[in-house]
């Protein structure tokens, strides 16, 4: 088991880690295929999008926003209609009503009487705001795929990440749910990490590209990564 007191900064992914955007995602997709009537299991939508997703984002930079409009056109494209340009602008910003998971400001509150704690998120500045409302934390450092002008899995990301943090990397724990976007990277530069296995109870990978690798730790939820640390 990792020895949490040599840690002072938790970074963390944001989106499927604290705020469930899976959730967020289907409730925002799932009115676009009904009204044009394309019938899609939830399980399938999600894994659609994860592979939309991470081939738009791993080629030239564009804003999130951008990148859930062409998301929501593949979508068309592949099923045979034409998003209206008011289901793209809706869908381009809807990350935020993405709702926060039940259990991340009491455990982030909690984490954060030890720790300071960071953000490293493939998301836009101004889309962030609205989730970092509903998390109710002001985080140390937030490191956002705008800045960096790079999505996760790249390590770019995280480069930006040590270079704002300004500690040693032994110093910092990475915690977060997508083995593809945040675990690999991780691992690849040596840096300590927690999975926090959100689907644990479900089939499948969701919106997350499949992965496979052994995590530093794995935990089914934040609050349970808290109380291992004995702060819950």
């Known amino acids: 088991m990792l020895e949490f007191d040599q840690f002072e900064v938790l970074t963390f992914d944001c989106y499927g880690t604290l705020i469930d955007w899976e959730t967020g995602i289907w409730e925002a997709l799932q009115p676009v295929l009904t009204a044009h009537n394309c019938s899609l299991e939830q399980d399938r939508a999600l894994e659609i999008y994860g592979e939309f997703e991470s081939k738009i984002e791993g080629g030239e930079y564009r804003e999130y926003k951008t990148v859930l409009a062409m998301v929501l056109k593949m979508f ?6 034409a998003p ?3 289901e793209l602008e809706e869908f381009s910003t809807c990350v935020k009503n993405w709702p926060a998971f039940p259990d991340s400001t009491r455990a982030l509150q909690a984490l954060h009487k030890k720790y300071k704690l960071a953000i490293i998120s493939n998301i836009d500045d101004d889309l962030f705001e609205y989730s970092q409302r509903k998390l109710q934390v002001n985080f140390d450092w937030v490191i956002t795929a705008k800045q960096s002008k790079s999505y996760k899995p790249s390590l770019n990301n995280f480069h930006v990440a040590f270079k704002r943090i300004g500690l040693p990397q032994g110093k910092i724990l990475h915690v977060a749910q997508s083995l593809f976007h945040d675990i690999v990277p991780a691992k ?3 840096l300590s990490n ?3 296995n959100r689907r644990h109870n479900k089939d499948g990978f969701g919106a997350t590209p499949e992965a496979h690798i052994q995590p530093d730790q794995e935990v089914p939820s934040l609050e349970d990564l808290t109380k291992l640390i004995g702060l819950l």
């Open 84 to 86: 209206t340009s008011q």
């Open 188 to 190: 690849t530069l040596g």
């Open 76 to 81: 068309g494209e592949k099923f045979g209609f």
């Open 194 to 196: 927690v999975w926090i």
